[in-house]
């Protein structure tokens, strides 16, 4: 094994002195599959050649002809990286190629997280994360279940993880308890989406766990929320800090739909929310969305931080605006 990884390094030496791209990488999870800690040291130039693969990666996760080939191409992006994950860099590299694959930090700068989302053909998605540490370990998560509202009361393991795109971490720190909220997106098929409020937090050995109860309502305390509405509406779930709290749409049936059918949910005009207390988010029935008075115009205004829901989605990742 010590010959295998000595072989390996020479021909990563070799390529990058040569800038050529990280083609042997795409072989390391198959060579070393347990290796939750970097092989050999990367430095700066490792970084930005690795961006350069994964960009290239991406177009094959997104467009492959068959989902086999969609899901190999994401096991080379889980390789790519792992190959950077000893460079200090990494854990602060914006890395600003990446179109489809998020690079969070949490704000606290306890971890960073690599998430992306594999596409399949029959409309669902499967989802990879890597929890990235500054010392360089990381946590390998894959997922391509979707939850539904029966998970609303389970704490999960790393490996029990469902899968989504996270677009926002928000850390609550009580007394010695720190744990992450997080925002994410869920594909889940051609005719809903889903939008999922959960916690992130870290057992023994840096154990990923999801879930916590801590969404307290006054019949009710929930570990998670998980929000179902129609493919074709956006909904806004969000931490707005100019409020202190979670914010998120009202959903609501369509005109002359069932309650019950949630692809035919729809934002309605209400916005509902959580604020921050002792630890807990508690459970607001209603949520102000607009700001006071201009002192100079004496008019009120819409909320600048509610996203335009009639912006165009672009396919490869909704979380994105198009042109972006």
Known sequence: MIGKRATIKARYLRLVGMRLPFLFLLVLRTLCPCVHSPLFAADSESVRLAEAAVAELEVRVGKASTDSERLAASDSIEAVFISIFSAEETFSYAFPALKNTGALRSPDGAFRLFNWNVPMHDGSHAYRAMILFPDGEYRLLRGAQSPDRASEGKVLRGEEWYGAL???????????????????????????????????????????????????????????????????????????????????????????????????????????????????????????????????????????????????????????????
């Open 166 to 324: 996270v677009y926002q971490i928000h850390p609550v720190k009580h007394k010695r308890d720190t744990f992450y909220t997080l925002m994410a997106w869920e594909g889940h098929n051609r005719v809903s989406t889903k939008k999922i409020l959960d916690v992130l937090w870290f057992g023994k050995n840096r154990e990923p766990m999801f879930g916590k109860p801590v969404f307290v309502h006054e019949d009710r305390t929930y570990t998670r929320r998980v929000f179902e509405f129609a493919a074709s509406a956006q909904m806004t779930l969000t931490y707005l800090p100019a409020k202190e709290a979670i914010v998120f749409d009202d959903l609501v049936p369509l005109p002359g739909m069932a309650e019950g059918n949630l692809s035919a949910y729809v934002p309605g005009t209400l916005h509902r929310g959580y604020t921050e207390q002792k630890g807990e988010w508690h459970y607001t029935e209603h949520v102000d969305m607009t700001r006071p008075k201009d002192a100079e115009t004496k008019s009120q205004f819409n909320f600048p931080d509610r996203p335009d829901l009639q912006r165009k989605r672009r396919p490869g990742n909704p979380l994105l605006p198009e042109g972006k």
